[in-house]
């Protein structure tokens, strides 16, 4: 099956600083989408990106489908970034269910 | 986004008890759901799909007859584990994607902490 990893596995950061999170998988895929895992569980929706660039506030996703990865950068870092950040990919020979990395824990201090 | 709603949000157990999970698609219809667990500190992981009106498709290691998993209508898919043991103690969470607003994307209910005492 499709293999998904992301790097790096943990990130200490200071508030305000930029950081940049990276998926790597082994398929082509035809969806992808980074999370946010709050520390109560919930996964939040953070992008549906399967090729190209987006921005929303404070974060940007940009995915180079040719070349297998994605990066998620967040700059301006806050205390409330904190949490796990996945990745997970769909790909036609895995059906329809989303595929997870192992995700990034990143912490951020005041 | 869509929204999926799952209930509980917490429960415990008592070991050889069985617990019915509930995810509902709130706001779309959702041809198809995907049941996850996620131990402590690990990723996700796919245990099962299902299509409303058919069989839920188990992922290699699932016991199906453990996790019974009911899809009855396009907003409505139940998890239940049956007889549980502490080691079903674990963070279950929906998903739904399906027609409507939005296709592909996948959105996630807000997940389930089993604890099996």
């Known amino acids: 099956g499709i293999q998904v990893e992301q790097s790096p596995p943990d990130l200490i950061l200071q508030e305000g600083a930029n950081s940049t999170l990276r998926c790597n998988f082994s398929d082509s895929v035809n969806n992808l989408q980074w999370f946010h895992q709050n520390p109560w569980g919930q996964l939040i929706n953070l992008f549906y990106?399967?090729?190209g660039t987006k921005q929303n506030g404070r974060l940007s996703a940009t995915t180079v489908a040719t070349e297998r990865y994605s990066l998620l950068y967040i700059s301006s870092s806050q205390t409330t970034d904190s949490g796990v950040y996945f990745c997970?990919?769909?790909?036609?020979?895995?059906?329809?269910?989303?595929?997870f990395g192992k995700g990034t824990t990143l912490s951020v201090s005041s | 986004g869509a929204v999926v709603s799952q209930h509980p949000s917490r429960v415990i157990c008592k070991s050889g008890t069985s617990v019915k999970i509930e995810c509902r698609s709130l706001?779309?219809?959702?041809?198809?759901m995907f049941w996850y667990r996620q131990f402590p500190k690990q990723s996700l992981m796919l245990m099962a799909t299902s299509n409303e009106g058919s069989k839920a498709t188990y992922e290699q290691g699932v016991e199906k007859d453990k996790f019974l998993i009911n899809h009855a209508s396009l907003t409505l898919s139940t998890l239940t584990v049956t007889s549980a043991h502490p080691e079903d103690s674990s963070f279950y969470i929906c998903?739904?994607?399906?027609?409507?607003?939005?296709?592909?994307?996948?959105?996630f209910g807000q997940g389930t902490r089993l604890t099996v005492v």
């Open positions: 706001d779309f219809q959702a041809t198809t």
């Open positions: 997970a990919v769909q790909t036609n020979q895995a059906g329809t269910a989303l595929i």
């Open positions: 990106i399967p090729s």
């Open positions: 998903s739904a994607r399906g027609i409507g607003r939005v296709v592909a994307e996948a959105f």
